[in-house]
């Protein structure tokens, strides 16, 4: 086995999230980690922390904004005391 094991802090600085989320991660079995001794640190490989970013990965769909702007509506007459928006407010 030639391949480098990650540590916690490795796979942090790699997915920019703390060791913390890393350890709930693997704690909840979302990421596969290998444990060295009785008491000894977690060790994760390259594919297996690939594979979890896969798997963590949501789509997210674009925004759509809307051509037509939406109607604003004026009252005929200012409420007492109320600012009233028109759609020329904040135009230079």
């Not at 444990?35 to 060790?43: D, I, K, N, P, T």
């Amino acid at each position: 086995m030639n391949e480098r094991l990650l540590t916690r802090a490795d796979v942090a600085e790699r997915c920019q999230i703390s060791t913390k989320t890393v350890l709930r991660a693997i704690h909840r079995g979302r990421l596969r980690a290998s444990r060295l001794g009785e008491h000894g640190a977690y060790r994760m490989s390259e594919a297996d922390v690939d594979a979890w970013i896969e798997a963590s990965v949501l789509t997210v769909a674009p925004v759509r904004r809307s051509a037509v702007p939406l109607p604003v509506r004026i009252p005929a007459e200012p409420a007492n005391g109320r600012l009233v928006l028109s759609p020329d407010m904040g135009r230079h």
